[in-house]
Every structure is written in structure tokens, then in C-alpha cells.
């Protein structure tokens, strides 16, 4: 069993995951729009016939401003708390909403997907680790604090989407708000990249192959600075930013070793080389920027 993995966008700009096997996919998130989601899926030769159901974290907009017209379009079931579809304002179809219950997983097909809540500043903010036989993938942005439950989890992970929003004296530096800052650093906020090394270098498992560093900020955080940071750390692990312009190339994630999947329509080749850097394609339209 393995999964296939991709961060379809990054950032206080909206967020989408994918994750799933040869069979069934799940994202996680959906805060880029219908369009675009469909855009960066076909670049990477996924598919949304694959998609069976999306799980929505907290009601923060770059979490869920592509959920109606996604869900619509394909039928899908989205997954999110009473509380957090309240806070959001989603207007779904009643047929396509489904509830989750912490610690408690959700089976679709192959996947099992379990939520766990976490410190931010939202009515009901949960993550999510999805598992395909032994093979765990997690997803872990907007975190104000690592609690207990995400280091249980994160030592659970083959790989993970880690936020690293911020770097510290960028922030502290930078233009924002005294009361702004505070609020992204106040334990209900967003993870600083040392929250997050920390996190990464104490509480890794060594089966560990991907991190995925996410959510990162346009303005307190640069993308080879936290890179480095981390590399210098990683061991076996390899370390990518997940952008907030473009999607990540596809993963192939296995309890076993370490692969980067090139995708081509449903057939998965795989190889153990390091993906040969695709050109990105130009930044879309940066809507909806918010600070962080
Ligand atoms: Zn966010
Ligand atoms: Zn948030």
C-alpha cells in the first residue's frame, strides 16, 4: 500500500491537498478555487474522477473558498464540523454534508482518514492524517502551538505537510501591527519555523520521508531561508516548500522507501531519482491575499 501526494496550494492565499492511492483520493481543504484546483490537478495528471470526498479543517476562507462550487460540481461530500460549517457560512446541499468526529476515522474505500483538534484561532480547528494500509500522510497548518495530540501524530507520519509560517525576527521586524504580531505568535496563530524545527527534529520518526514545509508567510518567512533551516536537519528525509503560487509535483509515499512519482494520466512511474525541477507555471492571480 502506498499513498500519492500533492500540495495544490500553500499559504494564507488558500490551501488544497491531495492525497490518495491508485484507486480513491481525498484533499483536504479546499481554499483555491474550483478552476484552479482543476487547473493544477491536470498539470499533475490527477485526476478529480478520483476524488471522493473533501475534509475541511476550520472555517478560515483560505481553508474553504472553493468548497461550494467543488462540492457541486462533483457531488462530493465534504466533511467539517457542525460548528465550523456555522462559523463558515457553508451553504451546502444537505445530501453532500457529512460530520467527523475527532480521534474517530473515517473510511473511504482504501483511506482512512482521522481528525485530531488543534490550537488556532477557529471555532472548532481540526487536522487530519490519512492512511492507506501502513502508509500515514498528515496534514498540520495553522497551528498555533504543537500540542499533544499533533506530536502523536506527526510520529505516526511517512510524511507530512508542516506549517512554518514564520521566521521570528522577520516577523518581529516587519511591518505588521504590533497587535497582529501577537496574534500570529500568541499560541493560537501560526507555527515559526523554530516551533516547527523543533517539532521536526525531536518528534520525527525514522521512517519519515517527505516534509512538506507549508503555510508559509508572503511577508515573515522566505522560502529558501526555511529550506536551508531544515535541510541542515533533515537526514534522509527530503525537505520541499509547498508554494503559495503553484502545486508541488506529485509524491509517491511508501511505508517502505523513498520515491518521487512522475505521473502520467493513471499510470504512476516511479523512480528513486530526485524530480527534474518543472518549470513553474507563471503565479496565479493572487486573490484573497491576506496577511499572514
Ligand atoms: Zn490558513
Ligand atoms: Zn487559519
Known amino acids: 500500500m502506498s499513498l500519492f501526494t500533492a500540495s495544490l496550494n500553500s499559504g494564507s492565499n488558500g490551501n488544497c491537498y491531495y492525497v490518495g492511492n491508485a484507486e480513491e483520493a481525498v484533499l483536504i481543504d479546499a481554499g483555491i478555487s474550483c478552476r484552479e484546483v482543476e487547473r493544477r490537478m491536470t498539470r499533475l495528471g490527477l485526476t478529480m474522477r478520483s476524488v471522493k470526498a473533501i475534509f475541511i479543517s476550520h472555517e478560515h476562507s483560505d481553508h474553504i473558498n472553493g468548497v461550494h462550487k467543488l462540492s457541486a460540481r462533483y457531488r462530493l461530500p465534504v466533511y467539517v ?6 462559523e463558515g457560512r457553508l451553504t451546502l446541499s444537505e445530501d453532500c454534508v457529512q460530520t467527523f468526529q475527532a480521534f474517530t476515522p473515517i473510511t473511504i474505500g482504501n483511506l482512512s482518514i482521522t481528525a485530531f483538534p488543534k490550537l488556532h484561532d477557529a471555532c472548532d480547528p481540526h487536522s487530519f492524517i490519512v492512511r492507506c494500509g501502513e502508509v500515514t500522510v498528515g496534514v498540520f497548518t495553522d497551528l498555533g502551538l504543537p500540542c499533544e495530540h499533533l506530536i502523536h501524530y506527526f510520529q505516526q507520519c511517512h510524511a507530512a505537510f508542516l506549517e512554518a509560517n514564520y521566521d521570528e525576527e522577520m516577523l518581529e521586524r ?3 501591527p ?7 505568535r500568541g499560541g493560537l496563530g501560526h507555527l515559526s519555523n523554530t516551533q516547527a ?4 527534529t525531536e518528534y520525527r520518526p525514522p521512517f519519515m520521508s517527505h516534509l512538506f514545509l507549508s503555510h508559509l508567510s508572503k511577508d515573515n518567512n522566505r522560502p529558501e ?6 535541510r541542515r536537519e533533515a537526514g534522509a528525509t527530503e525537505i520541499v516548500v509547498a508554494s503559495r503560487y503553484v502545486e508541488t509535483p506529485v509524491y509517491h509515499i511508501t511505508s517502505t522507501a523513498t520515491h518521487t512519482a512522475a505521473m502520467a494520466g493513471s499510470n504512476y512511474t516511479v ?7 518543472r518549470i513553474p507555471p507563471p503565479p496565479a492571480k493572487p486573490s484573497q491575499l491576506s496577511l499572514f
Open 197 to 200: 524545527l523543533k517539532l521536526f
Open 271 to 277: 523512480n528513486n531519482a530526485p524530480i527534474v525541477a
Open 174 to 176: 516587519g511591518r505588521y
Open 81 to 86: 464540523t457542525p460548528r465550523t460549517c456555522r
Open 225 to 230: 531561508l526555511v529550506h536551508d533551516l531544515f
Open 178 to 184: 504590533f497587535f497582529l504580531k501577537n496574534r500570529i
